[in-house]
């Protein structure tokens, strides 16, 4: 099989197209697996809701995940979260992050782990086998204050975006049966 993307620890930055690539490279890998999204973060904060609401989605959708609007996988919860995975369980995390100014609306993928919280400077246990870091504002001196005033729109964009990926790459697509299209 040809890669889209070199199988290593390095983060790749792309678009939201080359996401879909990733994300359909990765499900190929794992059909017939369970999946597992770890949606990360909060609804407490404007620019780390991002997590939750690909969460919500996907949970919507019929995904297995933990980390939704309504039950977030967060700082406080995070490790416990994470202990009820079981081995054979394939795990992609997703969370929000900080990055440079051309960076912001973009990616990070890699095939291992991403590292929660980060960007403000918390120490937490790596997480997923995947990992989707999506860039929602610039990296600054002050990460709560950016993540708190970080536009709402720009996020649930970010996370239409990405939770629309994950089920066309992970999800069974009907197929249309041209006989069966109604005449115009």
Known sequence: MNKVYEQSGQKIRCTIE??????????????????????????RSTGDALGPLVGSRLAQSGLKVIGTMEEPCDATNLEFRISSLRK?????????????????????????????AESVGADMPAVGQ???ACVVN???????????????????????DV?????????PQPSINPNHLPYK
């Open 18 to 43: 080359r996401l879909r690539e990733w994300l359909r490279q990765v499900a190929s890998e794992h059909q017939g697996e369970e999946v597992v999204f770890i949606c990360i973060g909060t609804d």
């Open 88 to 116: 054979e369980e394939v795990t992609i995390a997703i969370d929000a992050c900080l990055g440079h100014p051309g960076s912001v609306g973009q990616y990070l993928v890699r095939y291992s782990s991403l590292q929660p």
């Open 130 to 132: 995947y990992s989707i």
């Open 138 to 160: 610039v990296n600054g001196p002050k990460p709560y204050w950016t993540l708190q005033t970080t536009s709402l729109h720009h996020v649930m964009k970010m996370a239409d």
């Open 163 to 171: 939770a629309g990926a994950i089920i066309e790459s992970f999800l």
